[in-house]
């Protein structure tokens, strides 16, 4: 079995007709288009979530990074 779901959009009936005239294959267009948004969605909240990461390093002291690093280096 296919672990698909249907996705229904209304568009124009004039949309429509050209999209059957041309030979366009609508469900493959949305599909790719979703696929793409889904993508950019991802990026963006990593964007996001890495810049929030930053602004938190910011405020720790490098020298406590760098002590942190070495111990975690010295232990293994």
Known sequence: MSNQTTVCAKIPAD????????????????????KSEVKRKEKERLRQLAEEAGQILQKIPAEEIVESIRASRDSR
């Open 15 to 34: 949309l429509k007709k050209k999209l059957i005239e041309l030979d366009i294959n609508a469900s493959a267009i949305m599909r790719e288009a979703l």
